[in-house]
């Protein structure tokens, strides 16, 4: 195992020792991450081959690449190339729809802890922008204040309420588009549809079940308990009326694909439909019982990302309430590089010449794990890899990249955030249509809620078209063909009167 790099011979900083734990197994869950815990006492990377396996998920493939290039026609993002998005839960199944045009929507959210959001906050976030950009589609992201008061002993409503605020602003500053972008607050929102899905949704979770995948017991408050249903209940589309529709046998059926890290696929997975085991099996069943006059809900898709490591190194997770386990994206550049340069875990060597020998070790040194993330240059990455094992680059060098990729990504990212102020909040969560495209390649394109009567053009979740939009289409294609036979008729009057002409001319 790699040992933190004499900083006084690398970098001439001081870098802390690496922690001793007790043994343990890996922790991964929604409130929980910690990597395995050797008999040596060092915390290890995460084993995400053992979460594929442990949570029943799928790898991302080559071959799943291959068919999102050509569905899409775009270049996968850097995180899918680079394995960083690197697992999933029936993501064929979007890719289906986008192909035949059928809708489907973005969720995701934020739990609000603290007055500003840091760089693992913000990856996700990126990468659903990216996402939305790709199917243009709409995208809810969920505030999930009251989670953040239920799990808490200290904080208040007005606190995470605040924090709630700022953080929106956060997300907004990533870039996302308000003409297809719904950002709420449970505290707001909650009512009406979406709270009668919330009420559907419990109705299908024992306490057996959410002791089993949150590990509750007789002490734990009943808001933390039901709160698996309020987050569940945002993977609908029918919660959301003002978006896709009152007309709930058609906005059922409409599915959400939710980025996320993996320690929320246990929770997400309890969104599809009510299953917390980890057997796939109950979830189908439970799945095949929740209906809406006959019509089933759509289960929802998930796409999986790693963690960005907290400074500490392998094994964890960066947390918004220690400054020192992560990069904020409030920092200055002094900070950055105090920070990179005195905490981030490397995977040198203790002394330069044992480095310049044997190498580096990648998987560990925080600053190259960082670099995997905001170094968009995939021929860089690699140069910068095989030098650092090698051992032609010493940990001073790599971490000087690290804070320059940083220092770039976060002042863009602040520069972005001083435009936002409270009106551009109220605008992205105001209750109103959305307006998105959807795949244009498509054969045909279902009609999807622009705005207007939304209860008339919302789609089904099946990709059939209502009676009415068959109508519209049947009428559409008669005015067509009227036209085509003017033109024709025109086509013919002209070439008869240039036919005794022409005789003339010979």
Request: hydrophobic share 35%; with cysteine; aromatic share 10%.
């Amino acid at each position: 195992m790699a040992t933190s790099v004499n900083a006084v011979a690398l970098d001439e900083s001081l870098m802390p020792e690496p922690v001793v734990h007790k043994q343990a197994k890996q922790t991964i869950d929604p409130y929980n991450v910690s990597g395995e815990v050797g008999e040596d006492g060092v915390v290890k990377a995460i084993d995400y081959n053992k979460l594929v396996d442990e949570f029943g998920t799928k790898k991302i493939d080559d071959e799943l690449l291959a068919r999102f290039e050509r569905v899409t026609g775009k270049k996968p993002h850097h995180f899918l190339r680079r394995g960083i998005v690197f697992s999933h839960r029936d993501f064929e199944a979007i890719l289906d729809r986008h192909e035949r045009g059928e809708p489907f929507f973005l969720y995701t959210g934020r739990g609000p802890s603290s007055d500003s959001v840091h760089v693992g906050h913000t990856v996700p976030f990126e990468f659903t922008k990216w996402l939305q950009d790709t199917f243009d589609v709409p995208l809810i992201i969920m505030m999930t204040d009251d989670e953040k008061y239920l799990f808490s002993e200290k904080r208040t409503i007005e606190e995470v309420q605040g924090y709630c605020s700022s953080n929106a602003k956060d997300i907004i500053a990533i870039g996302f588009d308000p003409a297809k972008t719904f950002i709420f607050s449970d505290f707001d929102y909650v009512g009406g549809a979406f709270y009668r899905n919330i009420v559907r949704l419990s109705k299908h979770i024992t306490l057996n079940q959410a002791r089993a995948i949150f590990g509750f017991n007789e002490s734990s408050n009943i808001g933390r308990i039901h709160f698996g249903s309020i987050q569940g209940a945002s993977s609908w589309a029918s919660s959301f009326p003002h978006i896709f529709g009152e007309d709930e046998t058609k906005t059922v059926g409409i599915p959400a694909l939710i980025p996320c890290a993996i320690d929320q696929d246990p929770c997400k997975h309890l969104m599809l439909v009510g299953s917390v085991s980890r057997d796939f099996r109950m979830t189908r069943d439970v799945s095949s019982r929740l209906k809406y006059q006959g019509k089933p809900y759509a289960k929802p898709s998930l796409i999986h990302s790693l963690f960005l490591p907290a400074l500490q190194g392998p094994g964890t997770k960066m947390s918004a309430s220690i400054d020192e386990s992560a990069i904020f994206m409030k920092d200055t550049p002094n900070q950055i590089r105090n920070k990179i340069n005195k905490y981030a875990f490397s995977g040198g060597k203790v002394s330069v010449e044992e480095h310049k020998e044997l190498g580096g070790d990648t998987n560990v040194d925080v600053a190259f794990q960082y670099l995997r993330f905001f170094l968009d240059d995939d021929d860089e990455l690699e140069k910068i890899r095989v030098a650092y094992e090698k051992g032609e680059m010493l940990t001073g060098e790599l971490k000087a990249i690290c804070i320059k990729e940083l220092h770039t990504y976060v002042a863009a990212f602040q520069e972005r955030r001083a435009k936002v102020d409270d009106e551009t909040v109220k605008l992205f969560m105001e209750r109103r249509p959305l307006k998105w495209g959807g795949n244009p390649r498509a054969p045909i394109v279902v009609p999807k809620v622009n705005g207007g009567d939304a209860g008339e053009t919302a789609a089904e979740g099946d990709g059939k078209m209502t009676k009415n939009q068959l109508k519209k289409l049947e009428k559409l294609k008669q005015v067509e063909a009227k036209k085509a036979q003017k033109a024709k008729e025109k086509a013919e009057q002209v070439a008869a009167q240039v036919e005794p002409m022409a005789a003339q001319a010979a």
